[in-house]
């Protein structure tokens, strides 16, 4: 009977070891090129802007910032694909003593294998890493004309206000005609629609390691495979070119001249989802705050939920796009332009107030404010021109898009 005992307890430990040494997901094969292009074609077709957002993605519910998207987005394929996965665990890390987060962990056993289990991992890398993480250990630089889909741009700048900035997009597609087509997520981290932006990023590259940047496979960080298209060209270039940089750029990789009416229809586009994102983070800034009972902001919370730098870049892109416009049609252009971006466009910029026109707009950029039907993209400019727009996370929606006065709570900057 003691026998018995000793072999069932044998047994049960056996098992409750390999139950504690399972992996987040089994892996069949390992990096190398092959699976590189099938990551840059799945990027590329394979995720929906609503891909966290959908009840019926797989993924639904996982909450990105900038570069929680980023790793997200590897760490799928990979789980997808059976490959595996590494990088630098930064809450370990200390100094040159690196430590890594693998998909062998066995932190998420109490999760039931599968999606719930990869999405405790998910939630896990983006908790410990961020945009610096992705810069300092996780990436490696690569030659610009070696840019791929897949990719990723990562940028760090100081604020007007003096307060340090990261930002990461991904490449989705590299157009012909010298541009970029980016997704990205944004602050604070939500459940939402993946933001696009297309052509060049809003801010340059301020030296290494920042800039258009690949992962790395874990076999990279132990030496023992090369990382194709490595370079770090993109350096001097950036030194050489300053301001000039993206110009220099876009004729760099640059295969096809783009149309006219694709150049207004891009431009007007990223300002519309620029609009938007604003609009999902007011939103979400209410209700924050409501379930806190309207207390005043803290400046870490000022720092997530403000939109003051959403709101100059927004007004810095419109003023660009409406002088652009106006100077096109002086020039005479303006018959190489689709008639739906004529009436867009000549609204947006005060040179047709008629409703045809403004209906135009909107249905170009159907911006929905909760009780302020007839805001869109020009009256949040109008509105952005003379100062009225309130950027406090503190502020009622109807300040927030310039319709009283904003909150009397503290601003951090």
Same mark, same amino acid.
């Given at each position: 009977?003691?026998?018995?005992?000793?072999?069932?307890?044998?047994?049960? *430990?056996?098992?409750?070891?390999?139950? *504690?040494? %399972?992996?987040?997901?089994?892996?069949?094969?390992?990096?190398?090129?092959?699976?590189?292009?099938?990551?840059?074609?799945? /990027? @590329?077709?394979? /995720?929906?802007?609503?891909?966290? =957002?959908?009840?019926?993605?797989?993924? $639904?519910?996982?909450?990105?910032? +900038?570069?929680?998207?980023v790793y997200a987005l590897r760490i799928i394929f990979s789980f997808e694909n059976g490959l595996p996965f590494t990088a630098v665990d930064s809450s370990l890390t200390k100094g040159s003593r690196l430590v890594y987060i693998t998909e062998k962990t066995a932190k998420f056993n109490g999760y039931t294998s599968g999606t719930k289990r990869l999405k405790a991992f998910i939630d896990y890398v983006s908790n410990i890493n961020g945009?610096?993480? =992705?810069?300092?250990?996780?990436?490696?630089?690569?030659?610009?004309?070696? !840019?791929? *889909?897949?990719? !990723?741009?990562?940028?760090?700048?100081?604020?007007?206000?003096?307060?340090?900035?990261?930002?990461?997009?991904? !490449?989705?597609?590299?157009?012909?005609?010298?541009?970029?087509? &980016?997704?990205?997520?944004?602050?604070?981290?939500?459940?939402?629609?993946?933001?696009?932006?297309?052509?060049?990023?809003?801010?340059?590259?301020?030296?290494?390691?920042?800039?258009?940047?690949? &992962?790395?496979?874990?076999?990279?960080?132990?030496?023992?495979?090369?990382?194709?298209? $490595?370079?770090?060209?993109?350096?001097?270039?950036?030194?050489?070119?300053? @301001?000039?940089?993206?110009?220099?750029?876009?004729?760099?990789?640059? #295969?096809? =001249?783009?149309? /006219?009416?694709?150049?207004?229809?891009?431009?007007?586009?990223? !300002? +519309? @989802?620029?609009?938007?994102?604003?609009?999902?983070? /007011?939103?979400?800034?209410?209700? $924050?705050? =409501?379930?806190?009972?309207?207390? +005043? %902001?803290?400046?870490?919370?000022?720092?997530?939920?403000? #939109?003051?730098?959403?709101?100059?870049? *927004?007004?810095?892109?419109?003023?660009?796009?409406?002088?652009?416009?106006?100077?096109?049609?002086?020039?005479?252009?303006?018959?190489?332009?689709?008639?739906?971006?004529?009436?867009?466009?000549?609204?947006?910029?005060?040179?047709?107030?008629?409703? @045809?026109?403004?209906?135009?707009?909107?249905? &170009? +950029?159907?911006?929905?404010?909760?009780?302020?039907?007839?805001?869109?993209?020009?009256? &949040?400019f109008e509105a952005s021109e003379k100062g009225i727009i309130s950027a406090h996370p503190n502020s009622s929606v109807l300040a927030r898009w310039g319709q009283e006065q904003g909150s009397n709570c503290e601003s951090y900057y």
């Amino acid at each position: 009977m003691k026998f018995l005992q000793v072999i069932s307890f044998i047994i049960f *430990t056996s098992v409750l070891s390999f139950k *504690t040494s %399972a992996a987040v997901w089994a892996t069949k094969a390992q990096w190398n090129q092959a699976y590189e292009v099938k990551y840059q074609e799945w /990027v @590329s077709k394979n /995720v929906p802007m609503d891909i966290f =957002l959908n009840s019926e993605n797989p993924y $639904y519910g996982i909450s990105t910032d +900038c570069a929680d998207l980023v790793y997200a987005l590897r760490i799928i394929f990979s789980f997808e694909n059976g490959l595996p996965f590494t990088a630098v665990d930064s809450s370990l890390t200390k100094g040159s003593r690196l430590v890594y987060i693998t998909e062998k962990t066995a932190k998420f056993n109490g999760y039931t294998s599968g999606t719930k289990r990869l999405k405790a991992f998910i939630d896990y890398v983006s908790n410990i890493n961020g945009t610096q993480s =992705l810069a300092r250990f996780d990436t490696y630089p690569v030659a610009l004309k070696g !840019i791929k *889909t897949g990719d !990723i741009y990562l940028a760090e700048w100081q604020s007007q206000e003096g307060y340090e900035v990261n930002h990461s997009y991904v !490449i989705r597609e590299v157009s012909p005609f010298g541009y970029f087509e &980016f997704f990205y997520s944004s602050t604070p981290s939500l459940v939402r629609k993946l933001i696009q932006l297309s052509g060049m990023p809003s801010m340059p590259i301020t030296g290494e390691p920042w800039g258009f940047r690949r &992962f790395k496979w874990p076999q990279h960080y132990a030496g023992s495979a090369k990382m194709a298209d $490595y370079s770090k060209e993109q350096y001097k270039y950036a030194l050489e070119h300053k @301001s000039d940089f993206f110009e220099f750029l876009q004729k760099l990789i640059q #295969t096809e =001249l783009e149309p /006219v009416d694709s150049i207004f229809k891009r431009r007007l586009s990223n !300002i +519309c @989802s620029q609009l938007m994102s604003r609009s999902e983070v /007011v939103l979400e800034a209410k209700k $924050y705050f =409501l379930a806190l009972n309207g207390r +005043c %902001a803290t400046k870490k919370e000022f720092n997530l939920y403000s #939109t003051s730098m959403r709101d100059r870049t *927004t007004l810095t892109f419109t003023k660009e796009l409406i002088s652009l416009w106006r100077k096109y049609v002086y020039e005479g252009g303006y018959q190489d332009s689709s008639y739906s971006i004529q009436l867009s466009l000549d609204y947006l910029a005060s040179m047709d107030n008629s409703e @045809s026109a403004r209906a135009q707009l909107t249905k &170009f +950029c159907p911006l929905e404010i909760e009780g302020l039907p007839r805001m869109g993209l020009r009256e &949040f400019f109008e509105a952005s021109e003379k100062g009225i727009i309130s950027a406090h996370p503190n502020s009622s929606v109807l300040a927030r898009w310039g319709q009283e006065q904003g909150s009397n709570c503290e601003s951090y900057y």
